[in-house]
């Protein structure tokens, strides 16, 4: 059974820029949830995907948006940029959208 | 907005100690879920707990679900090298669908 899978490990852009990062889910997963975790902090929620629909969505701008496809994998896209943006994006799916969540190993991005 | 006071935040212990934490709410929580997070990778889930009261154990890992429902704990027996790393507790309201996440506790073994 293959766990969550992120891609790319790492990423460097540049303030206003756009970035695109991706995650497939484990296998027989339906949910995928998306965290932003800065040095030295918990993990926070972005959004969840449900069956391709947004299912709630954290205390993050519009520019964190996102989609899920019917394989269920998902990607996290972020507008503009800004500096603060640097983390470790972490990607989380589950069999549901309230059961345990099981991470990927995360896609660590730096504005520079 | 929500928040779990997480401690201690880091703890130096030899090998062969047992280990304590806790974390801690001012919200009822329905779900609480430990993880242990190694450098450069993501959280691995440890120990789920879905009832106040439950004590459930994984391998030589122990939690347990506050009466309260605003507390947790994690207790870890006989450490070894490899339990080095960041624990963190992560509590789930009911209905809701994100987790929310301690500060951490950092553990470092002296051989």
């Known amino acids: 059974e293959t766990g969550v899978t992120q891609s790319p490990t790492h990423l460097i852009k540049t303030r206003g820029q756009q970035v695109t990062l991706r995650c497939s889910s484990q296998?027989?997963?339906?949910?995928v949830s998306w965290y932003q975790q800065a040095l030295g902090q918990g993990p926070q929620f972005i959004f969840q995907y449900y069956r391709e629909e947004e299912n709630g969505r954290g205390n993050f701008p519009p520019r964190f948006s996102g989609l899920q496809f019917p394989n269920y994998s998902s990607e996290l896209n972020v507008n503009a940029l800004e500096l603060d943006d640097s983390a470790l994006y972490l990607c989380?799916?589950?069999?549901?959208?309230?059961?345990?969540?099981?991470f990927g190993p995360g896609t660590r991005l730096t504005v520079l | 907005g929500q928040q779990l006071n997480q401690s201690p935040q880091s703890m130096f212990i030899q090998e062969g100690e047992d280990v304590s934490m806790n974390c801690t709410s001012s919200s009822i929580f329905n779900t609480w879920l430990w993880y242990k997070q190694d450098p450069g990778e993501g959280p691995v889930l440890l120990i789920a707990l879905y009832k106040a009261g439950e004590l459930t154990s994984n391998g030589r890992l122990t939690a347990q679900f506050g009466i309260t429902r605003k507390d947790s704990f994690l207790n870890i027996s006989a450490s070894i090298p490899s339990d080095v790393g960041i624990y963190f507790c992560?509590?789930?309201?009911?209905?809701?669908?994100?987790?929310?996440f301690g500060q951490g506790t950092r553990l470092t073994i002296n051989p």
């Open positions: 989380a799916s589950s069999p549901g959208n309230y059961n345990e969540q099981f």
């Open positions: 296998s027989g997963h339906n949910t």
């Open positions: 992560a509590g789930r309201f009911q209905g809701a669908q994100k987790l929310v």
